[in-house]
């Protein structure tokens, strides 16, 4: 169920509103908005009592049964749109951000003179992998705690708050320690006991779609960040693994409306491990933005040649500024700043 409160309540009313969901038997999860408190109260009414006495409640405007399997996730839970705040940038709003950097950390001088670059092309958010997952145990495995004060040195030096990607358990609190926004990968999107670990930091959580996740389970391992009281959550889609191989993924840009519809949440999109192909950046991007997306993960690196993963996918800084120029037109027209 989903209790609405009524607004400008003051905390003790709020709190007997929890208190009495507590006593019927479920456990509440409360998601502050702007200008509502909504609860969603999970539990089962065939042994509990229904959570429909609260109707006469004069602290509460609305209570709502929930069908959808992801309770807290979806839209009837939080009908409007929620935002996720990383310092001083929110994303969900009406500013449209972008999130670039490189896919992972290699030295001071690469992080930043990228960091200095995607700021002044626009980029709200620099983004960099200090843990890497990769396929092979030979191969570069990203730099560890070094890489995450490198980027908490990019961060002091230009303003962006910074996303890294949460790769262990054992990680959480070191990696939350430095990042603003904790990322998931697609490997470990139905890594329950990891998305928990990653909600119960506190910080924003980016999670990423698996290689053949079907929506609905990428909803309902959303469902684990919201349900351990983190409301900070974005959904990234990010590429399925298909049938074709002219790219190395298959942009699913068809997720955007279907995420929009199913659930309140923000919508990411990475084009770069999309389509594995920097020469296909920019058009995936513009179709992103067009499909309603309300932010881009865009891997960026000063000399991609040189990079030590994933290199066939990486914009120059020249190409990523360029980017940013040619998006401004979809951006207005998609009703953004």
């Known amino acids: 169920m989903i209790i609405v409160l009524k607004p400008n309540l003051s905390t003790k009313d709020q709190s007997a509103v929890l208190k009495e969901i507590k006593r019927l038997g479920y456990q509440p999860h409360v998601m502050r908005g702007v200008a509502r408190t909504v609860i969603g109260a999970i539990g089962d009414e065939r042994t509990h009592q229904s959570l429909d006495v609260l109707r006469a409640w004069p602290q509460v405007e609305s209570v709502t049964p929930i069908q959808k399997r992801y309770k807290l996730v979806s839209r009837e839970a939080h009908p409007q749109n929620s935002t996720v705040r990383a310092r001083n940038v929110v994303i969900g709003a009406r500013p449209f951000i972008v999130m670039a950097g490189p896919c992972s950390v290699e030295s001071e001088r690469q992080l930043l003179d990228t960091a200095h670059g995607v700021k002044a092309a626009g980029a709200q958010i620099l983004r960099g992998g200090a843990f890497k997952p990769r396929t092979s145990p030979y191969e570069f495995q990203g730099l560890g705690e070094k890489g995450l004060k490198l980027l908490a040195k990019a961060r002091k030096e230009t303003g962006l708050p910074i996303i890294t990607e949460l790769l262990s358990e054992d990680h959480a609190e070191l990696v939350a320690e430095y990042a603003d926004i904790l990322q998931i990968g697609a490997r470990n999107s139905q890594n329950f006991q990891l998305l928990i670990a990653a909600a119960k930091t506190g910080k924003p959580v980016l999670l990423k779609r698996g290689l053949s996740m079907k929506i609905e389970e990428w909803l309902l391992a959303g469902e684990y960040v919201l349900s351990n009281n983190n409301a900070g959550l974005l959904f990234c889609e990010r590429g399925i693994r298909t049938f074709e191989t002219y790219t190395r993924n298959t942009l699913d840009l068809a997720a955007i409306p279907i995420i929009k519809q199913e ?22 991007c513009k179709g992103a933005v067009a499909m309603g997306a309300d932010a881009l993960l865009i891997e960026v ?12 996918q990486q914009l120059s800084l020249e190409g990523f500024a360029q980017l940013m120029k040619d998006l401004k037109p979809f951006i207005t027209a998609a009703g953004r700043d």
Request: charged share 15%.
């Open 263 to 284: 659930s309140h949440c923000p919508v990411v999109i990475d084009p770069s491990q999309g389509a594995g192909r920097a020469d296909l950046v920019a058009s995936l």
């Open 301 to 312: 690196h000063p000399n991609p040649k040189a990079a030590m993963s994933d290199s066939a």
